[in-house]
């Protein structure tokens, strides 16, 4: 069974950093493609960022060039770097897999809270 505890959100201010952690448990997730997705007030979830085992990086393009995604495989850890934050990134933050049909496993992890306000 897949596992994920998220961490590292907070309140900040517009165009501060934050860098969110996911200790992910399951050896297999070092095969798959993994992700951050984030969920805002009355909004549906979304992928924001996924990066392959082999470290293919992919983003929405609200994030292009605000956020980085990395992984070690090693932890069994995924990472996301968010500079310049702005009003509209806020939302809870999730990592799961990305799997075929843009699904994801059903046991999804409490997410991280990141609030931007001035």
């Known amino acids: 069974q897949v596992q994920f505890v998220e961490s590292g959100g907070g309140l900040v201010q517009p165009g501060e950093s934050l860098r969110l952690s996911c200790a992910a448990s399951?050896?297999?997730?070092?095969?798959?493609?993994m992700g951050w997705y984030r969920q805002a007030p009355g909004k549906q979830r979304e992928l924001v960022a996924s990066?392959?085992?082999?470290?293919?990086?992919n983003y929405v393009d609200s994030v292009k060039g605000r956020f980085t995604i990395s992984r070690d495989n090693a932890k069994n850890a995924i990472y996301l770097q968010m500079n310049s934050l702005k009003p509209e990134d806020t939302a809870v933050y999730y990592c799961n897999a990305v799997l075929s049909g843009g699904s994801a496993f059903s046991s999804w992890g409490q997410g991280t809270q990141v609030t931007v306000s001035s």
């Open positions: 399951g050896s297999i997730l070092r095969l798959l493609v």
């Open positions: 990066i392959s085992s082999g470290s293919s990086i």
